[in-house]
C-alpha cells in the first residue's frame, strides 16, 4: 500500500500528527509504570503495545513471525529477518489502524492495555547494540572545520575515495532525555606547553543521521554495494556529543578518544526504510573534477534514488530562556541531502575487508551541515571556534554549551501529495561535571 492510497487513522491524533501519523508507524521499545520493556509502534500520541497486540491474536502469518521476534525488549532478532518482515508487519499495522478497520471496535476496547499514551511510558533503547561507528559524510561539516585547521587545504587527500570512519563506543549511547554530564579530561592551554585535567570547557553537540544495522554478514564476507540497502533496517537521530577542547589535545594520531566516547544521544523510535520510500532522491551529482567511487562503492540504482531529503533542525534551550518563558532558540536548519557518500556506501565499505556487521549495530552519519550560514551542524563551525558568540533573546551569549543547556534535535520529511512524517526528538540536557 502505497501512501497516497491511506491517508486517515481511526486513531485520530494520528492524523495530521507531525511525526507519526500512519504513514510513518516506527517501532520502538518502552514500558510503563516500571514495567519490564517491551516492543511497540508510535501512532499519534499513543504506543501500540506489539507483546499485547500478539496475546490478543491481532497477527497472523509473517506479521505474526515479525512480532514474536521484537519480544523481549530488544529489537535486534527482528532487524535481522530483514525488509520481508518490516513489509508484512507494516501492512498488517495499517490494516489495523486505517480509517475502516474492521478490528477498530477491537482495539479500542482493550483502551491503555493496547494503545497506551506516550506520555505516559518510558522509552528505552530499541535494540542492543553490540557496536557503534561514527562517519564522517558531510562533506560541508568536513570543509568547514577543515577550514579552521587547514585554511588552505581543509579536505584531506582521502576524503573523496574514502567514506571516513571510526568506532566509537556502544556501551554509552543513551535515548533522548538522558542528561548530558560534563566530561573531565586533559586539554592544552592556550600558549602552554603542558596540558592540564578538569572539566571539558568547549562543550558542542553534533548533528547526525542514525543508521540501524538489519541483517549482518560473516566474518571474512563483504556486503556488495547492490545489496547493502537491504542490510539497513531503519533510522533515527543522533547527536555525537563532543569535547572540542579534550579532542583537540588527543585526537592526534588515532582520533577522537575521550572526547566523544562519554555519551551519545539517539532518539528512540526506529523509522523504516519503508516509512521513508516517498523521499527518497537521487544522490547530489559530484562537483566537476571530483573523483567517481572506485567501483566497489558505484551503484547505478543507488546513486539514482540512494539519497534521502529529511530536514534536520537543531533547537538550544537555556536556563535564561526557560526562566523568561522565551522559546527555544534554533541553531540549526540543514537536510540529509548535504551527504558526501549514501547509506549503502558506508555499508559496503564497512564490510569490504570482511568485518563483520550485526543486527544493531549503530552508524552515525558524521555532522551533517549545510554550505550557509543557519545549516552548520555543531557550535565549532557557528561560532568559528568560539570567535563569535551567538546572543540569545534572554540576554544569554554561548560559544560553547554551558551547564543548563539542553540541545534538541527533530527532523521532518515533506513531499507534495504525501503525509509528512518525523522522527520524534532527540534531546539532553548538560549537567555540571562531578
Not at 47 to 62: H, M, N, R, S, T
Not at 117 to 122: G, I, R
Not at 176 to 186: A, E, I
Not at 200 to 211: K, M, Q, S, T, V
Request: with cysteine; aromatic share 8%.
Amino acid at each position: 500500500m502505497t501512501q497516497t492510497s491511506i491517508t486517515r487513522s481511526w486513531v485520530a491524533s494520528a492524523n495530521g500528527h507531525t511525526d507519526f501519523p500512519l504513514q510513518n508507524l516506527p517501532l520502538g521499545v518502552f514500558s510503563v509504570n516500571g514495567s519490564a520493556p517491551r516492543s511497540g509502534v508510535a501512532i499519534g500520541d499513543h504506543i501500540f503495545d506489539l507483546e499485547a497486540a500478539l496475546d490478543a491474536g491481532l497477527f497472523d502469518g509473517a506479521a505474526k513471525a515479525a512480532v514474536e521476534a521484537t519480544r523481549g525488549g530488544q529489537l535486534n532478532a527482528f532487524f535481522e529477518l530483514g525488509r520481508g518482515a518490516r513489509v508484512a508487519l507494516r501492512e498488517r499495522l495499517i490494516e489495523l489502524f486505517k480509517e475502516g478497520s474492521t478490528l477498530h471496535g477491537k482495539i479500542e476496547a482493550q483502551g491503555a492495555k493496547l494503545l497506551p499514551l506516550a506520555a505516559q511510558c518510558t522509552m528505552h533503547l530499541p535494540a542492543k547494540i553490540n557496536d557503534y561507528t561514527d562517519f564522517y559524510v558531510g562533506i560541508e561539516h568536513a570543509q568547514n572545520v577543515g577550514k579552521l585547521f587547514r585554511p588552505d587545504n581543509p579536505l584531506l587527500p582521502n576524503y573523496k575515495y574514502v567514506p571516513i570512519g571510526y568506532h566509537g563506543r556502544a556501551s554509552t549511547i543513551r535515548p533522548s532525555g538522558t542528561d548530558v554530564r560534563r566530561p573531565k579530561g586533559q586539554t592544552l592551554p592556550a600558549g602552554q606547553t603542558e596540558p592540564t585535567f578538569g572539566p571539558c570547557a568547549r562543550l558542542d553537540y553534533e548533528l547526525e543521521l542514525g543508521i540501524w544495522i538489519g541483517q549482518g554478514n560473516e566474518m571474512g564476507d563483504s556486503i556488495v554495494i547492490g545489496d547493502a540497502a537491504d542490510h539497513i533496517a531503519g533510522f533515527c537521530l543522533l547527536n555525537d556529543w563532543s569535547a572540542r577542547d579534550i579532542q583537540a589535545w588527543e585526537y592526534q594520531p588515532l582520533g577522537p578518544f575521550l572526547s566523544k566516547s562519554f555519551i551519545t544521544s539517539i532518539s528512540p523510535w526506529v523509522v523504516t526504510a519503508e516509512a521513508l520510500e516517498p523521499f527518497r532522491r537521487a544522490q547530489p551529482a559530484r562537483p566537476e573534477g571530483d573523483p567517481q567511487p572506485l567501483p566497489y562503492l558505484f551503484d547505478k540504482r543507488d546513486q539514482a534514488a540512494g539519497g534521502f531529503d529529511i530536514e534536520l533542525e537543531v533547537l538550544l534551550l537555556t536556563e535564561g530562556l526557560r526562566e523568561q518563558n522565551l522559546p527555544a532558540h534554533r541553531l540549526t536548519l540543514s537536510n540529509t541531502q548535504h551527504m558526501y557518500w549514501t547509506v549503502a556506501q558506508m555499508v559496503a565499505h564497512h564490510s569490504v575487508n570482511g568485518c563483520q556487521l550485526q543486527a544493531g549495530d549503530l552508524f552515525g552519519s558524521g555532522t551533517l551541515s549545510g554550505p550557509q550560514n543557519g545549516q552548520f551542524g555543531s557550535l565549532l563551525e557557528i561560532t568559528e571556534g568560539g570567535k563569535k558568540p551567538i546572543e540569545l533573546a534572554s540576554g544569554e551569549v554561548r560559544k560553547f554549551l554551558e551547564d543548563g543547556d539542553e540541545i534538541i534535535l527533530r527532523a521532518r520529511c515533506s513531499r507534495e501529495g504525501f503525509a509528512s512524517i518525523g522522527f520524534g526528538e532527540c534531546r539532553g540536557k548538560v549537567l555540571p561535571a562531578r
